[in-house]
């Protein structure tokens, strides 16, 4: 038998008790749908997750900080009373948690541009902003961020600060707005915020800056609800912060940012990080910072993909089954057809593509399925609940992972099928066409 | 090419082991001639259809020699033996067999697609065999809406579809009034008459083993009346 006329033979097959074909392909049929649909939303979580990452547009950029090593971390805690370290700070960013890291001084920035890989060093400088204010509102806390070369903010209305420009440039949060006293975004450009910022001797300095556009944070975006300041904000802030505070004393940074090329590849990055901490720093890119959060979502995927899976084998028993009863069936027919000289093992492949193409038939309808509600749910969420994630599709779905989807439950279903499909084979032309 | 197309000796088939060994079989002998009608004869239980099964290499002899076409069958396995049970046998079996939600066409064709024939070449040869059995008009219809003389003819249509050498008919109007049973009858005997194909066909019926050339008869699983082993 030619293997075209094998597949068109199996197919037909499956159809002539379409019951029975019908509700075995159900549930392969939920298996496929629940699989599509757990791992369409890790591929929509993290392709957003991606986007975000993209858009932040820092993938040259790697946040240095310069571990304490007396102090490592999870499970090193020491009971005993640690030496000072006048440098030692406890920042709650760029570490792991737990461990604190030594602030960076001029002479570890000098150190960091002379490492083989680093083109630039800027130390990020931390600004404590007590409130901001418009002209007649009240005073709000604020959380204040630089912003690199390079990078780029989620803009809502207005534009991003010029990192170039002489005068004072600041872009706020999208909710700050009405607290500010502004009905709309578009009326809030070109006001000026008064940011307060206090310094050594709890004296308050005040630093006005414009206000050039509003931002919406973004789920991956390390700078969060913060208002951002360009360079020139951003110097006068740490001058009236640093007021009465001996220079060298001022120059404590709790971390670096280092560019290296905008071309390196994975390898050149793992290089360059392996630099660092032979240097006694660590480097940490926004991938990196990013990347225990696709772990999780990962690890989530995983776990529904379990369940899924489990629907699967359970579906895969039914496929089993359909096909005993069917080879039950059809003992005659099989018997005259291997009279008739087929190979056992064409009744073997016929059985088995019978199989193959119900569990086809489940996982395509499933997941078929699976991309329209999946779609649709998306649809809807990012109109309500996610609405403050713009660009999320939470269920999105990506061809390659589509089909492996169908391949696997295919494969699945063949397995189910050799069972029956060896018993078929093995039967006997002439006890199958015995008659009295 | 040799004139025996069949040559027994002394074939033996034992069912089961031990304590439930039943010996169907219990040694015949005898040739088959080209295009020969053979009856093989006797009553319910007395070996017939073991024979038949054993000739149509369907089941292996428990002992003995079975030569097709001077070949020893013994020598056929896998590939050769679908390849001959595909091309040289054609089968026509008291139940019909027919796949009853399927055209009588592509019942026919069944043999056709087994050896791998190209759709357009099993439709041809296809509706030939039906024209012979004057039922092309039906090519299109399920096979469980046929009477059972058409079904009866479908499946000689199909028997024929492969130009076979050898028909085997077991018990072919069991199922048949006699005047339905008459007419396939004749169709058989002209096949046997016209295209030289040898028939041998299972029957506890006298008359319709009249007709042979031959009757093998079979009792407890031996042949009696070895007289009518001599060419009628
Ligand atoms: N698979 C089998 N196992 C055991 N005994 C069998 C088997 N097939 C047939 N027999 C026995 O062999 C004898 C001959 O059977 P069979 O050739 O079918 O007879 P017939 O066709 O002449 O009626 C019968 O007694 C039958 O019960
Ligand atoms: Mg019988």
Same mark, same amino acid.
Request: with cysteine.
């Given at each position: ?48 997750? !991606? ?37 030692? $700070? ?11 890291? $030594? ?29 901001? &204010?418009?002209?007649?509102? #009240? ?68 630093? !006005?800056? #414009? ?29 009236? &912060? ?162 492996? $989807? ?31 | ?10 074939? @033996? ?10 010996? %169907? ?59 001959? @049970? ?32 190209? %759709? ?10 039906? @024209? ?86 079979? @009792? ?13």
């Amino acid at each position: 038998m030619k293997t075209r006329d094998l597949v068109s033979s199996a197919i037909s097959n499956t159809f002539r008790s379409k019951t029975r074909t019908v509700l075995t392909a159900l549930a392969i049929f939920i298996g496929a749908f629940t699989l599509t649909l757990t791992n369409g939303l890790g591929t929509g979580i993290n392709a957003y997750i !991606d986007d975000t990452l993209e858009g932040i547009g820092v993938s040259d950029v790697l946040t240095v900080t310069k571990p304490d090593p007396s102090s490592v971390g999870f499970g090193a805690s020491s009971t005993e009373p640690q030496l000072y370290d006048p440098d030692s $700070i406890d920042v709650d960013q760029g570490g792991a948690p737990g461990s604190s890291v $030594i602030a960076l001084t001029p002479e570890d920035l000098d150190e960091l541009s002379s490492i083989n890989g680093v083109l630039d060093v800027q130390a990020v400088r931390q600004v404590t902003v007590d409130f901001v &204010q418009t002209a007649d509102s #009240e005073l709000y806390v604020a959380q204040l961020a630089g912003i690199l070369e390079g990078q780029s903010l989620n803009i809502t209305a207005g534009r991003e600060p010029d990192t170039d420009a002489t005068t004072h440039e600041v872009v706020i949060p999208a909710s700050y707005v009405e607290s500010l006293g502004f009905t709309d975004a578009s009326a809030i450009i070109g006001e000026t915020l008064t940011l307060q910022v206090s310094d050594a001797t709890r004296t308050s300095h005040s630093v !006005d800056a #414009e206000i050039v556009g509003t931002s919406e944070p973004t789920l991956a975006s390390p700078l969060g609800e913060s208002i951002v300041a360009n360079t020139s904000l951003t110097d006068a802030l740490v001058e009236a &912060q640093n007021t009465g505070i001996p220079a060298e004393q001022a120059e404590r940074y709790p971390q670096a940012s280092v560019w290296f090329a905008a071309d390196a590849s994975p390898e050149d990055i793992t290089a360059l990080k392996d630099r660092l901490s032979d240097a006694g720093y660590s480097g940490l890119t926004v991938e990196d910072q990013l990347g225990t959060f696709t772990t999780v979502i990962d690890g989530i995927v995983l776990v529904l993909n379990g369940f899924a899976v489990i629907a699967l084998i359970a579906a895969s028993f039914g496929i089993v089954n359909t096909l005993l009863m069917s080879v039950q069936e059809r003992t005659r027919e099989i018997g005259l057809m291997k009279a008739m000289g087929m190979g056992s093992g064409k009744v073997f492949g016929l059985f088995s593509l019978e199989a193959t193409f119900i569990g086809f038939l489940g996982s395509a309808v499933g997941v078929f399925a699976a991309i329209i509600s999946g779609t649709a749910i998306s649809a809807a969420l990012s109109e309500s609940l996610l609405a403050d994630l713009p660009g999320l599709q939470l269920i999105a779905f990506d061809p390659a992972t589509t089909a492996v $989807i169908i391949l696997v439950i295919m494969g699945i279903a063949f397995l189910a099928g050799t069972l029956p499909a060896a018993r078929a084979a093995k039967a006997d032309p002439v006890t199958s066409l015995r008659y009295e | 090419m040799t004139q025996q197309i069949f040559t027994v000796h002394d074939l @033996r088939k034992t069912y089961g082991h031990g304590q439930n060994a039943f010996e %169907a079989l219990k040694g015949v002998s005898f040739t088959i001639d080209r295009g020969e009608s053979i009856a093989i004869l006797g009553k319910s239980g007395s070996g017939k259809s073991t024979l038949m099964h054993v000739l149509a290499l369907l089941d292996a002899p428990t002992s003995g020699k079975l030569s097709l076409d001077g070949v020893d069958t013994t020598s056929l396995r896998g590939k050769n033996l679908n390849a001959v @049970r595909n091309k040289t046998f054609g089968f026509v079996f008291q139940q019909f067999f027919l796949t009853p939600n399927a055209t009588v066409l592509e019942n026919v064709t069944l043999p056709l697609k087994i050896a791998g024939v190209s %759709a357009s070449e099993r439709r041809r040869r296809g509706m030939e065999a039906l @024209r012979q059995l004057e039922l092309d008009d039906k090519a299109k219809n399920k096979a469980v809406n046929l009477s059972g003389g058409q079904k009866q003819r479908v499946v000689i249509a199909r028997a024929l579809v492969n130009n076979p050498s050898i028909i085997f008919a077991d018990e072919p109007t069991g199922n048949l009034d006699s005047a339905t049973g008459a007419v396939v009858e004749d169709i058989l005997f002209d096949l046997n008459a016209q295209n030289g194909i040898t028939l041998i066909v299972v029957t506890h019926d006298e008359e319709l083993a009249a007709r042979c050339d031959r009757q093998l008869r079979i @009792r407890d699983g031996l042949l009696v009346d070895e007289t009518l082993e001599v060419a009628a």
